[in-house]
């Protein structure tokens, strides 16, 4: 007497393949887009960037300039590349 146990599928499968982004974000961290509308970069960062008051005073814009619609699906932040990257790197300092 024996029984078949059902195939393994990886989660990996399962996922559509339109929603490759989300896979790759760590736990603790969550994606935002910064840059001109024509040339969004993606980042990935701490969530605990955003108990910070210069961050805090980036999501302002964001919601000032996008409220809750987000042309990236995602949080998009109003800023300039490089002032984002100096930002962050300040942050990853303390």
Known sequence: MGFRLPRVVLPKKLVPKSFPSTIDIPKGYLAVYVGDENKMKRFVIP??????????????QAEKEFGFNHPMGALTIPCREDLFIDLISHLSDL
Do not use: K
């Open 47 to 60: 969530v605990s960037y955003l108990n910070q008051p210069s961050f805090q005073e980036l999501l302002s």
